[in-house]
């Protein structure tokens, strides 16, 4: 089985600065793309940022120069480093990574973590 566990949400005021994490763990023989989520009350789930195994990134409009994605494959982590904050940036906060859970198998399934929330006050 594989988890994925974010942490780092908070409450902070606009023009403040969070840092998510998202630990990856179980079976795991491999992690392909990763990428941060959120979704807001009444609002579609929308991609944030995405961070490829060899550390391509993109980012959603909304957030370009004030989100920076990252990872580190030896702990199974990706990181959402988010500064100026707004108020429009409230939302929960999701991990999504597609896995390899077994060895030399070349399947490789989606997994989400439980989200965590992010309210930004203004």
């Known amino acids: 089985q594989v988890q994925l566990v974010e942490s780092g949400g908070g409450l902070v005021q606009a023009g403040g600065s969070l840092r998510l994490s998202c630990a990856a763990s179980g079976s795991i023989f491999g992690i392909n793309d990763m990428a941060w989520y959120r979704q807001a009350p009444g609002k579609e789930r929308e991609l944030v940022a995405a961070i490829t195994r060899g550390g391509s990134t993109n980012y959603a409009d909304s957030v370009k120069g004030r989100f920076t994605i990252s990872r580190d494959n030896a702990k199974n982590t990706v990181y959402l480093q988010m500064i100026s904050l707004k108020s429009e940036d409230t939302a929960v906060y999701y991990c999504?990574?597609?896995?390899?859970?077994?060895?030399?198998?070349?399947?490789?399934?989606?997994?989400w973590g439980p989200g965590t929330q992010v309210t930004v006050s203004s």
């Open positions: 999504r990574a597609e896995i390899r859970r077994v060895y030399g198998s070349k399947i490789y399934l989606t997994h």
